[in-house]
C-alpha cells in the first residue's frame, strides 16, 4: 500500500525554502496579521529535537527531572536562536512547527458563509464534533470554502508552550502542524499530495490539494502491522 511520502524525506534542501513556504501558508489579514507578519524565525520539531529552518542548526530537547517538556522546548529554542548562523541581533519572533499528531483534525460543511460565521459555529461544535475530549480546544481553520478541514490543538497546552517560549525571552508567535509546511505553494493548486507524519509509534497520514488539507487522520504504528 502507498502511504505518500514520508515528511522527512520531503523537507527541501536548503531548510530556509520550507522556512519561506510556511510563512507563505500562514493567512492574510484577520485579528493575528500582524503577530503574522512579525515571524523572523520557523523552527521544526522533529523527535525531541528543534531544526532553525533557515540555517540547518539543530538543537536536542533535554528534559531535566525539575522541568516540563514546554520548559525544556523553550530552552532549547534559545541555545538555538544563540547558535552560530542565528539571528542573534533580532528579537526572535518564532513560528514553532510541531508534530502532526498534537493536533485533532475534524471534517466540516457549513450552510453559512464567511469565516468568522464558519469559525464561531465551529467553535460551537466543538464538544460535539469531539465528544471524548474534556479540555478547552484552539482552533485554526481556512474557512475561505464552506467546507474543508479544522484543526484543534489543547489550549492549556499551547499556553504552556508560548509561556516557557517568554520565559526564554522568545516570543513565540504561531503553532503549526509541521505537515503543513511541505504543502504545495499556490502555483501548483491543482496537484494532490500525500504526506505521512511519523512521530514515536504514530503516523499522521494528510492529503492535501494545493495548499488546503482535505484529509487528515492519525493512527497507532502497530494498528498497520496487524
Known amino acids: 500500500m502507498n502511504l505518500g511520502k514520508s515528511l522527512i524525506e520531503k523537507i527541501p534542501v536548503p531548510l530556509r525554502e520550507l522556512g519561506m513556504k510556511v510563512i507563505s501558508l500562514l493567512p492574510e489579514g484577520g485579528r493575528h496579521s500582524d503577530i503574522l507578519k512579525s515571524i523572523n ?13 533557515a540555517n540547518g542548526a539543530t538543537e536536542e530537547v533535554v528534559v531535566n527531572e525539575e522541568e516540563s517538556f514546554f520548559d525544556a522546548v523553550g530552552k532549547a529554542a534559545r541555545r538555538l536562536h544563540a ?12 513560528l514553532l512547527l510541531l508534530p ?18 464558519i469559525r464561531s459555529a465551529l467553535e460551537l461544535q466543538s ?6 475530549y474534556d479540555e478547552d480546544l484552539l482552533l485554526a481553520v481556512n474557512a475561505a470554502n464552506q467546507e474543508g478541514v479544522a484543526l484543534w490543538c489543547n489550549e492549556r497546552e499551547a499556553n504552556r508552550m508560548f509561556r516557557a517560549f517568554e520565559k526564554e525571552g522568545l516570543f513565540l508567535a504561531a503553532i503549526m502542524p509541521r505537515s503543513l509546511a511541505l504543502m504545495e505553494a499556490e502555483s501548483e493548486e491543482n496537484r494532490t499530495i500525500l ?3 511519523e512521530e514515536g509509534q504514530t503516523i499522521s497520514f494528510i492529503q492535501g490539494h494545493g495548499n488546503a488539507i482535505k484529509r487528515l487522520f492519525t493512527v497507532n504504528s502497530l494498528d498497520l502491522e496487524q
Do not use: Q, W
Open 100 to 117: 502532526t499528531n498534537d493536533f485533532i483534525a475534524t471534517s466540516y460543511s457549513m450552510n453559512v458563509v464567511g469565516e468568522k460565521l
Open 195 to 197: 504526506i505521512n507524519d
Open 127 to 132: 464538544h460535539t464534533l469531539i465528544p471524548a
Open 41 to 53: 524565525t520557523s523552527i521544526l520539531l522533529f523527535d525531541n529535537v528543534l531544526i532553525n529552518t
Open 83 to 94: 547558535s552560530k548562523g542565528s539571528y542573534r541581533d533580532e528579537d526572535a519572533n518564532v
